[in-house]
C-alpha cells in the first residue's frame, strides 16, 4: 500500500502543471494578461518580461502573467535549454495570447553527439 501511495505522489509531482503569475506592476498603471502557450509541456521554464525575471524553472505547458505592462514588451522564455526572444503588445482588454512551440527535452545533445561520433568515424576512413 506504501508503494502505490509512494508512486501516486512521484507521478503527480511529476506532472507540468498551469502557472499563474502577477508582474510586479503599480496599482494605477494599466495592464493586460500575457498567456504563453507551449506546444508540448517543458521543464525548466522561465520567463523574463523588459529584463524581470517573472517565472522560474517551471514544468509547465501554460502561463498566466496578469497585471503584465500596457504596450510593446519585451518577452524572453527558456524551455528544455532552448530560448526565444520576442516583442509582445499587450492590451487592457483582452489577453494577449502567444501560442510557442519548444523542442524536445534532450535531443539537441543527441543530435550534436551523434554529428560528433559521424564526424570522427569519417575522419578516422579518410586517414
Known sequence: MRVVLMLVVLWSGACAKDVHVRYPSAPDDPTGTVVLLLSTPAKGVSVAINGRLIVHDAHTGRIVISGAPVGTEEIVMTANGAEKA??????????????????????????????TLVTIVAYSLLR
Not at 97 to 110: A, N, Q, R
Request: avoid cysteine.
Open 86 to 115: 520576442m516583442r509582445v503588445w499587450v492590451g487592457t482588454e483582452y489577453a494577449t495570447t502567444v501560442p510557442l512551440g519548444v523542442p524536445e527535452p534532450g535531443s539537441g545533445f543527441l543530435k550534436s553527439l551523434f554529428g
